[in-house]
């Protein structure tokens, strides 16, 4: 993980002095998980968890807020504010910074979108298939949920069609028993330098 850290912290800067790095994949696929483990051998770079900026009017229809909100001041060199969501009380809340940091992460369903791509230093895809995904969603949320993760795989498998983000992907970090291993992905040819096993341990949840 610290070699993946580097490696970021080494690119040029994507969106005004940012290194901004999307962590996209299917739902349950562990974004979180593993954009924490990232974070934290980055040194504690901010992680924006796209959970925080859809709705549930807005699943997947938020560019414009997240391109006002984050993408614009982060160009500017100044903090970005924005409104992350309160899920059970269906409302947004205060605005909440995120600061202009030399690696800031982008983790959640469509990071890796068209109109986020252009920002981004590097897209990396966890390569965990669709209902291998969502069965480990379902099983983290329980019962109560069910009808919401129906919703949200018609949804998930529309916004995919129509915007895929895998065929884009700079890395691929699929999980081992003994941590994670980072491939190149579709966008990246083979190197020396692009294969790397981190062996972190495997992640308490997903």
């Known amino acids: 993980m610290r070699d993946l850290a580097a490696r970021l912290r080494g690119l040029p800067p994507s969106v005004g002095p940012v290194r901004l790095i999307g962590v996209d994949g299917h739902a349950g696929s562990g974004k979180s998980t593993f954009a924490g483990l990232l974070a934290t051998a980055l040194g504690g770079a901010p992680v924006l968890h796209l959970d925080d ?6 699943l997947f229809a938020w560019t414009g ?3 006002t909100q984050v993408i614009e001041p982060l160009s500017r060199g100044e903090s970005a504010y924005y409104t992350p969501y309160d899920w059970p009380a269906r409302a947004f809340g205060a605005p909440r910074p995120l600061p ?3 690696v800031v992460l982008i983790e959640g369903v469509g990071a890796g979108r068209r109109a986020l791509r252009p920002h981004l ?4 895809w966890m390569e965990l ?5 969502w069965a480990r969603g379902r099983s983290r949320d329980g019962a109560g949920l069910r009808e919401f993760w129906d919703g949200w795989v018609t949804a998930e498998r529309a916004h995919f069609t129509a915007d ?7 890395l691929l970090v699929l999980q081992t028993s003994e941590g994670y291993e980072v491939l190149p992905g579709p966008v990246s040819p083979p190197g020396p330098d692009q294969v790397a096993t981190h062996g972190e341990g495997p992640p308490a949840m997903w």
């Open 53 to 58: 900026v859809s709705s549930h009017e807005q």
């Open 65 to 67: 807020r997240f391109m």
């Open 100 to 102: 202009p940091a030399p």
């Open 121 to 124: 230093a590097r897209l990396l």
């Open 129 to 133: 298939p669709a209902a291998e995904s």
């Open 164 to 170: 895929p983000s895998r065929p884009h992907a700079d």
